[in-house]
């Protein structure tokens, strides 16, 4: 049983330009939350997808978009990327509606030059 | 909306030493509460959750919880730590209404020493 996959592991970007990152949820699972967690800090909730829509949102710009697709996986897409994105993007899974644990995939290091 | 505080950024401890990893969170409404333990380089892992029922809650790796609503604590403690137990350690919340809005800690650098 596969878990939480997020591609790609590691990527270097330059300011300005915009990134896209994927994650496939653990099977069974259908909502998905993106964390960015800068270095030496705690995951901070991005926005979770739940039925392909965006359910809820933190305290983060619009430069941040995600989406859904119909087999629960998503993508997470930063827009005029700034040197301050750089960070770990963690995705996690859950079956919407259950409580307690989130399954967490290995992340996307993003670095900005 | 929802928040923790974990005390200490940096825990060092000698091997075979207890341990405890303080806790508090800030919430106007009922909450569950987590800890979940960061190896280099890898995801997330859970440890223990507290939902309801017994406020001493156990995890795996001989780790436990004690969740204190008079205190709005969750410490987490192991009696005595090994050195695979070196790790970054976040504190999490969610709201019982949205219990999939999880929210974390700063983090708490356990370092078991030899």
């Known amino acids: 049983d596969a878990g939480v996959t997020q591609s790609p592991t590691h990527l270097i970007k330059t300011r300005g330009q915009q990134v896209t990152l994927r994650c496939s949820p653990k099977s069974g699972h259908d909502t998905v939350s993106w964390y960015q967690q800068a270095l030496g800090q705690g995951p901070q909730f991005i926005f979770q997808?739940?039925?392909?829509?965006?359910?809820q949102r933190g305290n983060f710009p619009d430069r941040f978009s995600g989406h859904q697709f119909p087999n629960y996986s998503s993508e997470l897409n930063v827009n005029a990327l700034l040197l301050g994105d750089s960070a770990l993007y963690l995705c996690a899974s859950t079956i919407g509606g259950h409580t307690g644990e989130l399954f967490f995939g290995e992340g996307s290091r993003l670095t900005v030059l | 909306a929802q928040s923790v505080t974990q005390l200490d950024s940096q825990v060092p401890v000698f091997e075979e030493a207890p341990v405890e990893l303080r806790c508090n969170y800030s919430?106007?409404?009922?909450?569950?509460l987590f800890w979940y333990v960061q190896y280099p380089n890898q995801g997330l892992q859970l440890l223990l959750k507290?939902?309801?029922?017994?406020?001493l809650v156990k995890g795996i790796n001989g780790f436990e919880a004690e969740f204190n609503k008079s205190q709005t604590s969750f410490h987490l403690r192991k009696p005595s730590v090994h050195i695979s137990d070196t790790a970054e350690y976040f504190c999490?919340?969610?709201?019982?209404?949205?219990?999939?809005?999880?929210?974390f800690g700063a983090g708490t650098r356990l370092t078991v020493k030899p």
């Open positions: 999490a919340v969610s709201q019982t209404s949205t219990p999939n809005d999880m929210r």
């Open positions: 919430s106007s409404v009922s909450v569950y």
């Open positions: 507290y939902l309801s029922g017994s406020t």
């Open positions: 997808y739940y039925e392909e829509e965006e359910r």
